[in-house]
Structures are given as C-alpha cells and as structure tokens.
C-alpha cells in the first residue's frame, strides 16, 4: 500500500468511524496501565464493569502496591487469568514506587520494564494517557485486519506494528488502533465479516479472493 492509499484509508476509516476511540475508562496513568493489563484476553466491556471498584479500593499506587494480593485477585476475577494479573498490578506499582518515584513512565523501553507491560500494552499507556503516538498498538484486530488487507503478512504482533509505521503517516498514528479495533468490531467481524458492507473492501486482498 502506498501512503497515498493509506492516507485514503484512514480519511475513509475515520469517516465510517468518527467516535472511533479507546474504550477503557480510566482517570490517571496508573489506572490506565492497570486497565490495559485486565483487558487482556477479556473485553473492554468487562474491564470497565470491573474497575470502578477496584479504583475506589485503590485510589493510588500505594494502594495497588500494598493491597493483599487475595483480595485483589477477588476484586478483578470476572476478567480471567486474575492470578497472574493480580501479581503483575500489585509487582507493578511496587515497581513504580521504587523506581520511578511513583510516576508512570513515558518512554516505551521504561514502560515495558514493567511487570505485565508488554510493547503492545505500552503503546496504548503512552498514547492513551500522555498523548504519544511513536507507535501502533497491535491487538486481534489490527492483527487480523492487517493481515487481511495485506498491510502486513506477519503474524507476530511487534513485526506487524514495523510494517504499519512503515505504511502510515506519524500525523496518523494516534488513530490507526481505535480505527482497526473498531472496524473490526463493527463490520471485520472474525466470525463473520460484512465484506459487502465494508467502507474499505477496495483496499481488502481478502474481499478480493472473495469476488
């Protein structure tokens, strides 16, 4: 795809999407990062039923760092892997505290020093809650969706998200996650794609094939 395509695509996208945005509520950094941890492999729907009590449980890092790991596993169990989750919150701030003197950090080498914050995690911290756009959160959407519209033939997350910086521009890197994670729970379904209906099946190899 050329950047003139992509610049088409994206004009297109936010046309078919203008409310396009992250889903997860959440006031300061730290809940951000906690949000981001829950929601993996669970629904932003879920997390978001879920953190208003766990925030008013925590309302700081202290809080996260010191809270009896078995009431926070009770506190976020409905959002699935909450053992390993629960461990990485709790090891995570302990972290922030102790190294970065309570502040979440803003680079993506010292965010993915933390416990639980992987590359894609920390795309979404640094764009969500300090307005940094170096990068492009890689999630099932954007995966299937890159792959499918031949932007990327990779399969590992962090070599897709190199093959789409190469494609967009920097000006349009803050939205191309809620882009993709929209379109594809709105009409690039998994299960079931509504190619006909798709705003950007011309770009599609998929629909394509498909014809």
């Given at each position: 795809?050329?950047?003139?395509?992509?610049?088409?695509?994206?004009?297109?996208?936010?046309?078919?999407?203008?409310?396009?945005?992250?889903?997860?509520?959440?006031?300061?950094?730290?809940?951000?990062?906690?949000?981001?941890?829950?929601?993996?492999?669970?629904?932003?729907?879920?997390?978001?039923?879920?953190?208003?009590?766990?925030?008013?449980?925590?309302?700081?890092i202290?809080?996260?760092?010191?809270?009896?790991?078995?009431?926070?596993?009770?506190?976020?169990?409905?959002?699935?892997?909450?053992k390993?989750?629960?461990?990485?919150?709790?090891?995570?701030?302990?972290?922030?505290?102790?190294?970065?003197?309570?502040?979440?950090?803003?680079?993506?080498?010292?965010?993915?020093?933390?416990?639980?914050?992987?590359?894609?995690?920390?795309?979404?911290?640094?764009?969500?809650?300090?307005?940094?756009?170096?990068?492009?959160?890689?999630?099932?959407?954007?995966?299937?969706?890159?792959?499918?519209?031949?932007?990327?033939?990779?399969?590992?997350?962090?070599?897709?998200?190199?093959?789409?910086?190469?494609?967009?521009?920097?000006?349009?890197?803050?939205?191309?996650?809620?882009?993709l994670?929209?379109?594809?729970?709105?009409?690039?379904?998994?299960?079931?794609?509504?190619?006909?209906?798709?705003?950007?099946?011309?770009?599609?190899?998929?629909?394509?094939?498909?014809?």
């Amino acid at each position: 795809m050329t950047s003139k395509e992509a610049k088409k695509l994206v004009k297109i996208l936010k046309e078919t999407y203008p409310d396009a945005k992250c889903s997860l509520d959440f006031t300061t950094p730290f809940e951000m990062v906690v949000a981001v941890m829950l929601s993996a492999q669970c629904t932003d729907e879920r997390v978001n039923k879920v953190t208003p009590q766990l925030f008013k449980r925590c309302k700081t890092i202290e809080d996260f760092a010191k809270i009896d790991i078995k009431e926070l596993e009770n506190l976020i169990h409905s959002c699935g892997f909450y053992k390993n989750k629960a461990a990485n919150i709790k090891a995570c701030a302990q972290k922030v505290l102790t190294d970065f003197n309570g502040l979440v950090p803003q680079t993506m080498e010292e965010l993915t020093s933390l416990p639980g914050v992987g590359r894609k995690s920390a795309n979404v911290v640094l764009l969500e809650a300090f307005g940094i756009a170096n990068g492009i959160a890689v999630d099932t959407h954007a995966k299937r969706i890159s792959n499918k519209m031949g932007l990327s033939n990779e399969k590992d997350p962090e070599k897709i998200e190199q093959d789409l910086l190469k494609i967009f521009a920097k000006e349009d890197l803050a939205f191309i996650n809620h882009l993709l994670v929209w379109h594809g729970r709105n009409t690039c379904i998994a299960r079931k794609p509504d190619c006909e209906n798709c705003t950007v099946n011309s770009f599609c190899k998929s629909y394509c094939i498909i014809k």
